[in-house]
């Protein structure tokens, strides 16, 4: 689905959710650049971006959920749970994931 084919709160969503995987995969894409290979914060990061894509969906949506506040919280809710795992799955595979 392309932005312009999406509803408002839709896009709202959607912008919450590029935000919120983009802290959380990049925070720990950051960590195995800013620290050395072995370790602790470079091992937890490793280990963390190694799992399987089923996964790492359960997890962002779970992080994505947990961040909404009272005004993102209506967009989701109405986007909701299938386009929100859709895009969070499709952001995956792009990223390689």
């Known amino acids: ?5 999406m509803d408002a709160h839709q896009r709202q969503a959607f912008d919450f959710i590029c935000e919120a995987m983009s802290d959380y995969i990049g925070g720990y894409e950051n960590q195995l650049e800013d620290f050395a290979e072995g370790d602790k914060e470079y091992e937890e ?14 997890i962002i949506y779970s992080e994505v959920m947990s961040r909404a506040d009272k005004g993102t919280e209506k967009h989701l809710r109405f986007a909701g749970k299938d ?7 499709r952001r995956l595979a792009k990223w390689g994931y």
């Open 1 to 5: 689905m392309k932005r312009s084919e």
């Open 45 to 58: 990061a490793k280990a963390f971006l190694a799992q399987d894509h089923e996964t790492l969906i359960n």
């Open 83 to 89: 386009f929100i795992t859709e895009r969070i799955d």
